[in-house]
């Protein structure tokens, strides 16, 4: 998808958040065109999930203004923001345990943006094709409880997928999966992003950031250290010594 | 079976090995040998009993079948607090840190179970590993960042004095720098002497650091032997590493 000469669909400008007198996330600028993936990474307390929560209306901003489609959100509740087609994943995901996985995903399809507002039978019908998309559909009617880890990651991606979002942020999804789980991860992102969703997303696994991102963010200290093509980004010094350290680093140049 | 035991008594030893949970069994006839100042990698995919096999192993999951002797004893489904006195330590998957107390207590609660004298000294080794904790000892563990949340975690596994320090998922969750770090106090500790058990997502790390390895698959010892062979292995590349 061409994306040249597009108005942002999300833009950030001198975003900050403060908690006491620690600055979070300070002074953070950048923009994400429809249909871009993009991938936020940096050293743990670097700010990414307090930007997450900013962008999200979890966090009141202490400065700086977040614009979608043109207009301010800053300020606006959770629900108005899920509204409106800015959907969300949590890192510690909170499925209702009891819960199938259907009923799960029909939770977020009654909710969220203004499309999937909707009846029972409409909301379980939208699940079901959810839960396909995300490679979840024979498991549709197991106890989430029964579910492995990374069938879980996928149901609370399918959660945030059934509210029907223009714009998908995902926190660390990919988070305790190996290799090969991790492509299968990439394969259903691929999949969401490719139903036209703008994805922003927080992984610390540099095979996603690799594999799916078109452009990489980079947070150090509250602030934007890096930004660019994600092969350029995880090659520059400056995120070596803040973030990637030695090893990664040869491990990348390597491969 | 080959392992790399050729000591006459292994620090820890684990026959025929059975446990689960009400839905049913998870582990199925575990064998596993490790000996003192070992370096072991436990890898295999999410659900393959990994993290059961620790709890198994820290008295936290009762075993249905089988035994497990630490240095020639018999401790099958002794208490936790038995396996702790008798050198096995073990580092929960996502820290499992008292978040609103502070760091030096939730160090100090690691040697809970002792009696000695020598609790203060071995802080102060503890913060020889991490000297990053050192002007953090006041500040409430929840307020630290990720990676020094898992240095509290392992250092708090260190103060119980074990002789088998065993790490779930070491790098869950953490930059790439912080986890190279994190890995290299890790095999100091083993150079010091403690045999390590460590759990990883990231195999490659994992292989790299550990001598000997076991693979689990669907609750079985799929594979085991050298760190460098089991990362070689065609299977294992394919099914674990992704190449």
Known sequence: ?255 | MPTASSLPEPLLKVRGLTAGYDAGPVLFGIDIDIAPGELIALVGANGAGKSTLLGVLSGLVRATSGTISLAGHDVTNRRPEVLVRNGVAHVPQGRRLFGTMSVEKNLILGAYLRRDREVRDDLGRVLGYFPALKDKLSRDAGTLSGGEQQMVAIGRGMMARPKLLMVDELSLGLAPKVVERLIEVVQQINRDGTALLLVEQDVLVALDVANHAYVLENGRVALSGPAAQVRDDPGVRKAYLGL
């Not at chain 1, 945030?160 to 942020?169: D, G, M, S, Y």
Request: hydrophobic residues 45%.
């Open chain 1, 1 to 255: 998808m061409s994306t040249a000469g597009a108005p942002a669909q999300l833009e950030l400008r001198g975003v900050t958040k403060r908690f006491g007198g620690v600055a979070a996330v300070d002074g953070v600028n950048f923009e994400i065109a429809k249909g871009d993936i993009v991938g936020i990474i940096g050293p743990n307390g670097a700010g990414k999930t307090t930007l997450l929560n900013c962008i999200s209306g979890v966090y009141h901003l202490d400065g700086g203004d977040i614009r979608w489609e043109g207009g301010s959100i800053a300020g606006m509740a959770p629900h108005r923001i899920a509204n409106l087609g800015i959907g969300r994943t949590f890192q510690i995901v909170k499925p209702f345990g009891s819960m199938t996985a259907r009923e799960n995903v029909a939770i977020g399809a009654l909710f969220g943006s203004a499309q999937a507002r909707r009846g029972m039978k409409q909301a379980f019908a939208l699940a079901d094709e959810v839960l396909e998309l995300v490679g979840l559909k024979a498991k549709a009617d197991q106890p989430v409880s029964a579910l492995t880890i990374p069938d879980r990651k996928r149901l609370e991606v399918a959660r945030a997928v059934a509210t029907r979002p223009q714009l998908l942020l995902l926190d660390e999804v990919m988070a305790g999966l190996n290799n090969v789980e991790i492509d299968e991860a990439l394969e259903m992102v691929r999949l969401v992003h490719a139903t036209g969703v703008t994805v922003l997303l927080i992984e610390h696994v540099m095979r996603v950031i690799v594999g799916v991102c078109r452009r990489a963010i980079v947070l150090d200290s509250g602030r934007v250290l890096a930004e660019g093509e994600p092969e350029v980004v995880l090659r520059d010094e400056r995120v070596i010594e803040a973030y990637l350290g030695e090893r990664y680093a040869n491990r990348l140049k390597s491969s």
